[in-house]
């Protein structure tokens, strides 16, 4: 696992859950539970490689790269408010920013450059957001997550964490119960995947949606599928929990956007 | 266990039945169980805040209290009365819900963790 900032606590939540599905899933390397459901069964990963040749959402990621590269009012642009000028930075988000004590996600990085820069925010649920975001995933294809919980961050991971073993919604499920618990069976036609690689692929086309759609999104449906109220996109509990689940894929390859069923 | 299956009975839980018939009321009767059904639906209200605040609430409960608001404003106070009741029940249920996953979500973590028996 790479990141020594991470906390002990957080290493050893990734590790224990990396041991659980390597003995639960003996044959599937861990690398590849980065493809979700796809690892786990050869039929459905071929017919996903040759969807992948020629993806839906390639005039999203053209998109997302001239939206990047159009200048704000006052002649700056999303480029000078990121590292390496925004290019192939993906796999260090969401981070914990230590002044605000807060978990940033990529979307929440691209408003507040918005924002610093005069221009009003973009809808979360938004196509534009999710485009820009969609091109800055795709210009970090191949890097391995490293995402860091340094000191001060370990109430965020842990409230994060907590949500993904607590039950909720009037169905009485929690994240686990399906990807860890469940991981490999069916609901229906569908293979549970596992909670390791889970937010190696976002924005994601998901063919229910028939659009990319970021990974808030999904948390949303998710517990909608239950029974729970969904909660705002970016709010600070799905901020944490897309902090906890991506700190989980610390050292897996990033390979977003991608297509999920 | 035990849990699921309390949320379980709650949740499939049908109309629950009030004693006499609307129409044997007098009309002073009628419109102290018009107050006591807004009564209801208030404190369904109130509790559905409060699973909100949470981030606990179930789409039922939101569900059931416009039932009840719509049968409300067409006269159907026993209808209104049946959906309220429901919604309360489901509000609480979903506040149980929250009170006890905060306690025993640890419980969920993978059983080959070393480090799950502490905290």
Redesign the interface.
């Known amino acids: 696992m790479s990141g020594d900032a991470v906390s002990g606590?957080a290493r050893?939540?990734r590790d224990?859950?990396v041991?659980?599905f390597a003995?639960r899933f003996p044959d599937v390397e861990f690398s590849d539970h980065a493809n979700g459901a796809y690892a786990l069964d050869e039929a459905k990963a071929r017919q996903w490689r040759e969807i992948e040749d020629f993806p839906p959402y390639e005039p999203m990621i053209d998109e997302g790269e001239r939206l990047f590269n159009t200048a704000f009012s006052n002649g700056s642009g999303y480029a000078a408010c990121f590292e390496h000028e925004g290019i192939g930075i993906k796999q260090r988000y969401p981070r914990f920013d230590p002044d605000t004590r807060q978990v940033v996600t990529l979307e929440l990085a691209v408003n507040h450059c918005r924002e610093l820069n005069g221009e009003s925010p973009l809808s979360y649920t938004g196509e534009a957001i999710t485009a820009i975001t969609a091109y800055m995933a795709f210009t970090s294809r191949g890097q391995k997550f490293d995402i860091s919980v340094p000191e001060g961050a370990e109430s965020a991971f842990n409230q994060g964490k907590?949500f993904y073993?607590?039950?909720?919604?009037?169905?009485?499920f929690?994240c686990?119960?399906c990807h860890?618990?469940a991981a490999g069976l069916r609901l229906r036609a569908e293979i549970l995947s596992a909670t390791i690689g889970h937010a190696t692929h976002w924005p994601a086309y998901r063919f229910k949606w028939q659009e990319l759609g970021g990974i808030h999104r999904r948390f949303a449906e998710c517990n909608?599928q239950v029974?729970?109220?969904a909660?705002d996109h970016q709010s600070e509990?799905y901020r944490n929990l897309e902090y906890f689940m991506t700190v989980m894929n610390n050292g897996m390859t990033l390979n977003g956007p991608s297509t999920r069923k | 266990m035990r849990?699921?299956w309390l949320?379980?009975i709650l949740?499939c839980a049908g109309p629950m039945e009030i004693s006499g018939s609307a129409d044997a009321r007098t009309p002073e009767a009628h419109v102290a169980h018009n107050e006591s059904v807004q009564t209801v639906i208030q404190t369904a209200r109130q509790k559905f805040q409060q699973?909100?605040k949470l981030?606990?609430?179930?789409?039922?409960t939101?569900d059931l209290i416009s039932e009840a608001e719509k049968r409300m404003a067409a006269g159907d106070t026993q209808g209104a009365h049946d959906a309220a009741t429901r919604a309360l029940l489901?509000a609480e249920a979903?506040i149980l819900?929250?009170e006890h996953?905060?306690r025993v979500?640890?419980e969920?973590?993978?059983?080959?963790?070393?480090?799950?028996v502490k905290k």
Do not use: I
């Open positions: 606590d050893q939540d224990d859950l041991a659980f003995k907590q073993y607590s039950r909720r919604g009037q169905l009485n929690a686990s119960n860890l618990d909608e029974g729970a109220v909660l509990a | 849990m699921a949320l379980l949740a699973a909100l981030d606990y609430a179930w789409r039922v939101a489901s979903s819900q929250a996953e905060s979500w640890r969920r973590l993978p059983k080959t963790a070393t480090s799950n």
